[in-house]
């Protein structure tokens, strides 16, 4: 069943800014022609909250779904993120985001990795925020002492940080902090990096599942939007589209959201930023 905006839930970020706690992601989502139609499918299906990024090589595409929609652009919240490679002069970068979204002011913009010059690069966020024509800015993938870091030596404490946040990988710990400094996580691969027949396999998913006539899938997201964290799960299938969408109709008790809690294995399978293989790795493949 097809579901609207209107039944969206929202957050208030720590400036006031109204952000939806569900939106739907675009990675690995390049190919011009089924990945704009798969964008605009979400539209249609009700999400309003779209997360691009600059190394995604897709920003053109997200801008000719949003145009193509028809949806106003007052509904849409669309966030971007730098991408560290562009940290030592970042406003060349940021105004190609902008040209290739088609938007005058973007919703979010992140700081993509916690590498390279992204103090100069914050600055510069910090400056577009000041001008209006970007509403919000923050982090992604940055651990609770980066962003103490970055909090002690900014002006304009960042709003939002992406991580990595599922069932397997909770961020209990991380979220205190996170919590502490005004920051919403937006918990990027709800659903597992490649691991989604797990998750749909998961015994007790499976069985809360039947208890809301819902897939496992859906339980996995609802957990971190109970959390009062944003989710930004992706798919290409129409059919998981719209499934994903269809959250604000139960609610999980307090009980079930117990037992999802025993399932934390603790260890995020991507988002982490400090372990030198994948520093490595990142700069090696140029992010």
């Not at 691009?52 to 007052?74: D, W």
């Not at 990096?193 to 809360?208: A, F, M, Y």
Request: proline share 6%.
């Amino acid at each position: 069943m097809v579901k609207y905006w209107c039944c969206m839930k929202y957050l208030v970020l720590r400036n006031g800014v109204k952000i939806p706690q569900l939106g739907f992601g675009t990675y690995k989502a390049n190919d011009k022609g089924e990945g704009v139609e798969v964008i605009k499918t979400a539209l249609k299906v009700g999400y309003r909250l779209l997360d691009t990024a600059q190394v995604y090589a897709n920003e053109e595409m997200v801008g000719q779904a949003i145009k193509e929609s028809g949806v106003p652009r007052e509904e849409l919240f669309v966030v971007t993120k730098l991408r560290f490679r562009n940290h030592d002069d970042p406003i060349p970068k940021l105004e190609e985001s902008f040209k290739k979204l088609g938007l005058d002011y973007i919703d979010l913009v992140l700081i993509h990795w916690p590498y390279g010059n992204y103090y100069h690069a914050y600055k510069v966020l910090e400056d577009y925020y000041k001008q209006g024509r970007i509403k919000a800015i923050g982090v992604s993938n940055f651990e609770p002492s980066r962003l103490i870091d970055l909090v002690n030596n900014c002006e304009i404490p960042p709003m939002v940080n992406q991580i990595e946040a599922n069932i397997y990988a909770q961020r209990w710990e991380e979220q205190k902090w996170y919590d502490k400094y005004g920051c919403a996580i937006m918990a990027y691969a709800p659903l597992g990096h490649g691991v989604l027949p797990e998750i749909q396999e998961e015994p007790k998913l499976v069985e809360i599942a039947k208890n809301h006539s819902k897939t496992p899938a859906q339980i996995a997201i609802k957990f971190v939007l109970q959390r009062n964290m944003i989710a930004i799960p992706k798919s290409s299938n129409a059919g998981r589209i719209a499934q994903n969408f269809d959250l604000f109709d139960f609610e999980l008790s307090e009980e079930e959201f117990n037992e999802i809690v025993k399932l934390d294995k603790k260890y995020p399978i991507i988002g982490r930023p400090e372990d030198p293989l994948i520093v490595e790795k990142m700069y090696a493949k140029n992010e």
